[in-house]
């Protein structure tokens, strides 16, 4: 179990976009931006299995449409895991939509998508994810928006066996991100960037018994929702979801899949 904050420098290595991507104020800040020629990305140094991992973002301001803000944890190869942020980009005055999904040994198809309650480009939000042996939630500024449970006693697979790295990136994706790729990115808009600070992460970095008899991984290792955080994902997927897998029949006509069926 280890605790990680706030380095830049200490913590992620700049991956790619030919000095595009730039750690600023002695670690504490970083900065992707995009232009016509290339975006650019970064990754953490560590793995993680199992977490508790806050990351604070500006996302790019004004018209953003057709760009992509990608944030997610994910392990390598075809039967890869992976937990996805994803921040669609729109035309001034539009909302940006915030992508959500889930893939557990290479398969994904659970997305479900929110506008958000605030605009995301303003200011810093905080954007978290809980990762432990019972479920994953998804959370904005403290509230939780998603949960996926283990319900690997249903035959539904969860990751907790594949370390995962942390990985962003801000790319041009303008033949899908916008209105399905009717709106495409204006580069006399370009360089378009967002920004990154206060990352935190109480995490486990190597196998999970370890960290489980660790006192110290404290109780984000055992936390779940309690009935206050279960109003609160009602009230945000009531209010502002505006995709959910297991509502679309027309995409599944052989059935949902299994979990969306499991209170």
């Known amino acids: 179990m280890a605790a990680f904050s706030g380095n830049f420098n200490q913590d992620f290595d700049i991956t790619w976009g030919d000095g595009r991507a730039k750690i600023l104020n002695d670690g504490k800040l970083l900065t992707l931006s995009l232009d016509k020629t290339s975006g650019s990305g970064f990754r953490s140094k560590n793995q993680y299995l199992f977490g508790k991992i806050d990351m604070q973002i500006k996302l790019v301001p004004g018209n953003s449409a057709g760009t992509v803000t990608a944030y997610y944890f994910s392990s390598l190869g075809s039967n890869h895991d992976e937990i996805d942020f994803e921040f669609l980009g729109n035309l001034s005055g539009d909302p940006y939509i915030l992508h959500t999904n889930v893939f557990t040994q290479g398969k994904g198809d659970r997305e479900q998508q929110f506008y958000l309650w605030f605009d995301p480009t303003k200011d810093y939000h905080t954007y978290s994810i809980l990762w432990n042996p019972q479920s994953i939630i998804f959370s904005v500024d403290g509230t939780p928006i998603r949960q996926f449970k283990n319900l690997e006693s249903k035959g539904i697979a969860y990751p907790k066996n594949q370390p995962m790295w942390i990985f962003s990136s801000l790319w041009d994706a303008d033949d ?3 209105r399905g790729g009717l709106v495409k990115t204006d580069w006399s808009q370009a360089p378009f960037t967002a920004s990154y600070t206060n990352f935190n992460a109480l995490a486990c970095t190597t196998a999970s018994d370890s960290c489980s008899k660790n006192s110290s991984a404290g109780s984000w290792f055992s936390q779940s929702l309690d009935s206050t955080g279960e109003e609160r994902i009602k009230w945000v ?17 052989q059935g949902l899949p299994t979990e969306c069926s499991i209170a």
């Open 176 to 178: 899908w991100a916008t």
């Open 237 to 253: 997927q009531k209010n502002y979801m505006i995709y959910n897998y297991c509502t679309d029949s027309k995409r599944f006509p």
